[in-house]
Nanobody
């Protein structure tokens, strides 16, 4: 199973980015898919997750700004990030059920 994250980059405060995580080797249908992030000197933290049935959970710091979604036909999970803040700067990782992880994509929020 491989997860390929993409879509990171440099964005100004208040801007938006959409991350993608393409899964190969297994169907993400009915699996819990999540996004985590890790900033320098900090522990990895949950950003958002979507359960097999479609229910969603978000970290407190991103509620109302980030939206997780998935396209089972494309075997891809997305993270739409809006109203970005400098404190959102981190490496973002996608995961399938906590068992498989992508390589991470850097998001930098700075003016």
């Amino acid at each position: 199973v491989q997860l390929q994250a993409s879509g990171g980059g440099l964005v100004q405060p208040g801007g938006s980015l959409k991350l993608s995580c393409a899964v190969s080797g297994s169907s993400l249908r009915f699996k819990v898919m999540g996004w985590y992030r890790q900033a320098p000197g900090k522990q990895r933290e949950l950003v958002a997750q979507i359960a097999g049935g479609g229910s969603k959970d978000y970290g407190d710091s991103v509620k109302g700004r980030f939206t997780i979604s998935r396209d089972s036909n494309k075997n891809t999970v997305f993270l739409l990030m809006s109203s970005l803040k400098p404190e959102d700067t981190a490496v973002y990782y996608c995961t399938m059920a906590g068992a498989y992880w992508g390589q991470g994509t850097q998001v930098t929020v700075s003016s």
